[in-house]
């Protein structure tokens, strides 16, 4: 089975907060990854967190950390049609993916 | 500065042959990574190379074999393919193992192989 948890479906409105969960197992992580993958095309870095962080913000995108319940969450603000993509969390240090939560926004 | 680049694009074989995908990793790195993501999945961690030595293998069996060249290029191999093979390829390259953020893997677009 996989050691990353993601949901697999978001709908959200343009305009809108996106808010993508993700559960993994392995604690000795060093850094979790947010990845961003278009159809067709290979994965796009979008942010990291330390794994002694709680939070991180960069721009439209902000990282949420529960290291006590291995939790990790990306909120991107203002969403726009060209958030359209699916999203990958993933562990260090061999990248362990989820199934990639699927976010579609509508006008 | 170019990213990760990797030949071919796309790729069609037949069940029984041999393949090989290529991939150049970004200036100053020298770790490259191989994953196989199947249509609908997450990509599947296979391999890493730092320094021309293998550093992980993932849960793949033994028709998978890579190498890194001095250059720190590297190669995938895949004999006898299976019909389960055709997936997307991707190779990530990361500065190396080691502290701080070296270990963060920049992808390429991907090969695309079907076999039929």
Known sequence: ?107 | DAGVTQSPTHLIKTRGQQVTLRCSPISGHKSVSWYQQVLGQGPQFIFQYYEKEERGRGNFPDRFSARQFPNYSSELNVNALLLGDSALYLCASSLGPGTGNQETQYFGPGTRLLVL
């Open chain 1, 1 to 107: 089975g996989e050691d990353v948890e993601q949901s697999l479906f978001l709908s959200v409105r343009e305009g809108d907060s996106s808010v993508i969960n993700c559960t993994y197992t392995d604690s000795s992580s060093t850094y979790l990854y947010w990845y961003k993958q278009e159809p067709g095309a290979g994965l796009q870095l979008l942010t990291y967190i330390f794994s002694n962080m709680d939070m991180k913000q960069d721009q439209r995108l902000t990282v949420l950390l529960n290291k006590k319940d291995k939790h990790l969450s990306l909120r991107i603000a203002d969403t726009q049609t060209g958030d359209s993509a699916i999203y990958f969390c993933a562990e260090s240090p061999e990248l362990s993916f989820g199934a990639g939560t699927t976010v579609t926004v509508r006008a």
